[in-house]
Antibody
Framework: QVQLQESGPGLVKPSETLSLTCTVS????????WSWIRQPPGKGLEWIGY???????NYNPSLKSRVTISLDTSKNQFSLKLSSVTAADTAVYYC????????????WGQGTLVTVSS | SYEMTQPPSVSVSPGQTASITCSGN??????VCWYQQKPGQSPVLLLY???KRPSGIPERFSGSNSGNTATLTISGTQAMDEADYFC?????????FGGGTKLTVL
């Protein structure tokens, strides 16, 4: 059974870097593409980016200058760093697996709320 | 950047058919996925490749995609189907979500 679990600070100060980790169980991270997706309170979903097991990445152009997604295969984890955060980055952050057909996100973490505030 | 537009809200009576649309330029040339999200929960994949249901998704959920519009159809809508619904597609190796539709069953 595939499970994803986000972890990291729930509060980040403006201008600092948001850091989250997604721990994957039930499947090796050394396959599939792994994504971060966020949802501001009361709003829609926004794709942040993905990473492949070989370390290849692709990011949302609107966030690309501030985003880094990395992989730790030894821990079966992948991580998100978003720099220079503002209140607009306050959101529930989800990690998700891009499914075997290539278009869908078939497994999602429970999400973690990150608030940007001083 | 590519955009997909959904109606903010749709209402349906129990037992009736609900249709939720997702519009985008030449959307029919892309594969569309649909997700259901209930309050406080993570999104759940309902349909992929326009109209295919993952294991465990009831048959009352179906989809179509042609021209500029993809449609999620819920037949025999139940109270438990009250939720937010999002469409999703890929454009030039990036992921795009529609703005979401709140389905009210009343």
């Amino acid at each position: 059974q595939v499970q994803l679990q986000e972890s990291g600070p729930g509060l980040v100060k403006p201008s600092e870097t948001l850091s989250l980790t997604c721990t994957v169980s039930g499947v090796s991270i050394s396959s599939y593409y792994w994504s971060w997706i966020r949802q501001p309170p009361g709003k829609g979903l926004e794709w942040i980016g993905y990473i492949y097991y070989n370390g290849g990445t692709n990011y949302n152009p609107s966030l690309k200058s501030r985003v880094t997604i990395s992989l730790d295969t030894s821990k079966n984890q992948f991580s998100l760093k978003l720099s220079s955060v503002t209140a607009a980055d306050t959101a529930v952050y989800y990690c998700a697996r891009r499914g075997p057909r290539g278009e869908e996100f078939d497994y999602w973490g429970q999400g973690t709320l990150v608030t940007v505030s001083s | 950047s590519y955009e997909m537009t959904q109606p903010p809200s749709v209402s349906v009576s129990p037992g009736q058919t609900a249709s939720i649309t997702c519009s985008g330029n030449k959307l029919g040339d892309k594969y569309v996925c649909w997700y259901q999200q209930k309050p406080g929960q993570s999104p759940v994949l309902l349909l992929y490749q326009d109209n295919k249901r993952p294991s465990g998704i009831p048959e009352r959920f179906s989809g179509s995609n042609s021209g500029n519009t993809a449609t999620l159809t819920i037949s025999g809508t139940q109270a438990m189907d009250e939720a937010d619904y999002f469409c999703q597609a890929w454009d030039r190796s990036t992921v795009v979500f529609g703005g979401g539709t709140k389905l009210t069953v009343l």
